[in-house]
């Protein structure tokens, strides 16, 4: 089996960053970018104009950003694997890394599988369909759109995180209509308090979206009420999911710690994670700030840490 001084798992904004910094470092890493688990490159592949990365004043497409990092992780030497990890043995160093090919032995592990916006299965808002013309899963991201400036806004969701994005959209949208399929919020009280108080956002309670449509942006919602049944047309200028992320760590399940949605746990102030030489970045341990420059910088903490500690066991 191949040896390797470290491999690195995923290739969005945090894997290649980690993978920037390792290769210059001289750990000749190897990244696996996945396959079947997503596009290489990872959610960002999946949208058009990044606004939000720093450097790129005019902004960039999220694609070719992608491929930037990809390009600069290639420049330093790093191999790139396009195939997914089915497993890994983390029970024994080296550990054992099971892509859908190849096998390998790495003395450390780098973990940056990114994590997965949930979607709901809604007659418009497939890919092809309104898919990031108009429809898309991340407030922060997409809110300050042009097509979404002063047009009504709806996010489905009852949870803190369905608030939080309804809260932030009223910064742009006419009006946000939070769309929820239950009689109360899931919230926490003080946030469902925010959400109910404030003078720009209303709860469409018992109620679903069952259809978007529009032209080559969204432009109506066909609402359900589920208390009788009626559907009801409203302008729209954006539909925002807002009903969690999976962190994508189903075959590390067992052998890291993980919070109960799945998501790695790592040591205060660090990217070490419950086992020693094994390191997590960007949105696959962050149920909070998942942004790309977020990812991007615990990447680079990754490689780091996983340097440092490949020196330490070097020198015992
Ligand atoms: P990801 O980008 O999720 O990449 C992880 C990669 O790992 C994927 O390619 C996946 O295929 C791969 N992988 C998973 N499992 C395996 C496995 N077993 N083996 C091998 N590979 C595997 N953030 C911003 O800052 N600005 C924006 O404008 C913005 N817009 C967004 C728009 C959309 C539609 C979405 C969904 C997200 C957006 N985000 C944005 C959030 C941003 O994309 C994420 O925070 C960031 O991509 C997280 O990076 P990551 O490296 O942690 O993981």
């Keep these: ?129 309104f898919w990031q013309k108009g429809v898309t899963a991340c407030a922060v991201c997409d809110g300050a759109a042009p097509i979404f400036k002063n047009r009504p806004l709806f996010v489905i969701g009852g949870g803190d995180s369905a608030v939080e994005e309804a809260i932030f959209l009223t910064k742009y949208g006419s009006r946000v209509y939070i769309v929820h399929r239950r009689d109360a919020l899931r919230a926490s009280k003080i946030m469902a308090q925010r959400a109910l108080k404030h003078p720009k956002i209303e709860i469409l309670w018992n109620s679903g979206i069952e259809k978007i449509s529009g032209d080559q942006v969204v432009r109506k919602v066909h609402l359900k009420n589920f208390n009788d049944g009626k559907i009801e047309e409203r302008e729209a200028g954006g539909v925002f999911f807002a009903i969690g992320h999976q962190p994508n760590t189903e075959f590390l399940k067992g052998q890291l710690e993980m919070n109960p949605t799945g998501y790695l746990i790592v040591k205060n102030g660090s990217t070490r994670t419950s086992c020693e030489g094994v390191f997590a970045c960007g949105d696959v341990q962050d149920p909070t700030y998942r942004q790309a420059v977020t990812a991007a910088g615990t990447g680079c903490m990754a490689a780091l840490d996983a340097e440092r500690w490949l020196s330490e066991m070097e020198s015992e």
């Excluded at 290649?16 to 890493?29: F, V």
């Excluded at 089915?86 to 599988?113: M, Y």
């Design 1 to 129: 089996m191949e040896k390797k001084k470290l491999a690195i798992i995923g290739s969005g904004p945090a894997g290649y960053t980690a993978a920037i910094y390792a290769a210059r470092a001289n750990l000749s890493p190897i990244l696996y970018e996945g396959f079947m688990t997503g596009p290489s490159g990872g959610q960002l592949m999946t949208t058009t104009e990044v606004e939000n990365y720093p450097g790129f004043p005019e902004g960039i497409l999220g694609p070719e950003l992608m491929m930037n990092f990809r390009s600069q992780s290639a420049r330093f030497g790093t191999q790139i694997l396009t195939e997914d990890v089915e497993s890994v043995d983390l029970s024994k160093r080296p550990f054992v890394v099971r892509g859908t090919s190849t096998h390998i032995e790495a003395e450390a592990i780098i973990i940056a599988t990114g994590a997965t916006a949930k979607r709901l299965d809604i007659e418009g808002a497939r890919d092809g369909e």
